[in-house]
Nanobody
């Protein structure tokens, strides 16, 4: 089991910034996908940004490229998401997710059903 504890989030005006953090504990393993996902009311959960342990590559949704930055501390098992220049369309509940796996593919980075462990979610609200 992997436990994920999120912090951060809140309400900001458009153009503002927020930072989300996620701490992983339990059987995290040496290779693990970790990512941020979001779900807006009436919409499906979607990948925002993700990383994989062994291969230092990152995934970003097209809608957040250039504005969001994901960072991971492999020693502390934490994942952060710095969100700049926020837009009203970024309003959603943001979830941290993790999936220990020795098998990597770029496609798996943003695949919602492929993540077994999820945080409780944190609300991000951006007003215009």
């Amino acid at each position: 089991q992997v436990q994920l504890t999120e912090s951060g989030g809140g309400s900001v005006q458009a153009g503002g910034s927020l930072r989300l953090s996620c701490a992983a504990s339990g059987k995290t393993g040496s290779n693990m996908f970790m990512g941020w996902f979001r779900q807006a009311p009436g919409k499906e959960r979607e990948g925002v940004a993700a990383t994989y342990s062994q291969i230092f590559t990152t995934y970003y949704a097209d809608s957040v490229k250039g504005r969001f930055t994901v960072s991971r501390d492999y020693f502390k098992n934490t994942l952060s998401l710095q969100m700049n220049n926020l837009e009203p369309n970024d309003t959603a509940v943001y979830y941290c997710a993790a999936e220990p796996s020795d098998t990597y593919s770029f496609r798996r980075m943003s695949n919602v059903p492929g993540y077994k462990f999820w945080g409780q979610g944190t609300q991000v609200t951006v007003s215009s």
